[in-house]
């Protein structure tokens, strides 16, 4: 992202609060508020290695315990959430995503009730899981409006939001980022690249499941944009952050082929998949086609709407 696109929070010298700070978004997004003139206080398990990846300009506290309540915070930007795609969702790891997620959450809205000054706004990621599995033939689209579902993904964004949500009761804005696929040089993408990259890559399962993602600078954009709105106006409620292009695995797989100039020939069958993480394969092998209808209908502008636009700046 060259000078002249870095994301605008807005006035310079606001104090921001970020969890999950050293993950691959929120080490791009710590970055980018420092260089915009922004202060950032970061809140990490581990402050001797936080200082390290983010440098000496950053506050790293282990607990929202070491902020006192007459510390000044204008915005918080909750990204902080174990992995989600890794061990089998067994009821010991389903433990260990509610707490990294829905637990810290309710620690920050604790330490906001008795913040002397509230922050206006709390940004609190969220994924659009919420919106639970879309049947492959399905060709409607998922706005902000849509249900969420009795499966474990949705179940567990609708209590993430839910957690965000009371905050409200303190006058501080609320805005939960439904995150899609998030491309970068980091995150999901270079695990998903590997199979094309050495020459095995192919549809996973029928190919046919939708796959909606968002450039991880968009992502950046958006994340400013809110900060910077949220001063004259509500950004109240949740916002798909997804690119306004929705794809499919199998285009997925061919247009990074493409652009790799590899093969793209070898698929994965859907059963092995399944056995390997059972509930779990669903973030693979199912999808949504979901699309930012509330950011568009407020007149945001995505750099990268299209794959191949996103898929080509990154490769």
Known sequence: ??????????????????????????????????????????????????????????????????????????VVVNLAGARILGPRWTPARQAVLRASRIGL????????????????????????????????DDESVLTEAGPPQAVFMSQLCQAWEAAAGRVTQYGVQVACTRFGLVLGHGGALPAMLLPVRVGVGGTMGRGRQSLSWVHVDDLLQVLAWLVRRSTSASVQGAWNVTAPECTTQQAFVRTAARLLHRPALLPTPAWPVRLLLGEQADLLLEGQRVVPQRLQ???FTFRYPTLAAALGALL
């Not at 620690?107 to 994924?127: D, F, H, N, Y």
């Open 297 to 299: 209908r407020e007149g």
């Open 105 to 136: 959450t309710e620690q920050v809205v604790g330490w906001i009730a008795t913040a002397e000054r509230k922050p206006r706004l709390l940004l609190s990621a969220s994924a659009i899981g919420y919106y639970g599995v879309q049947a492959q």
């Open 1 to 74: 992202m060259n000078a002249d696109s870095a994301p605008r929070f807005g006035a310079p010298g606001q104090v921001v609060l970020v969890t999950g700070a050293t993950g691959f978004v929120g080490r791009l997004l710590v970055a980018a508020l420092l260089a915009d003139g922004q202060h950032v206080v970061a809140l990490t398990r581990d402050t001797a290695r936080a200082q390290r990846l983010l440098g000496g300009a950053v506050r790293c506290v282990g607990s929202m315990a070491a902020l006192p309540a007459g510390e000044r915070v204008d």
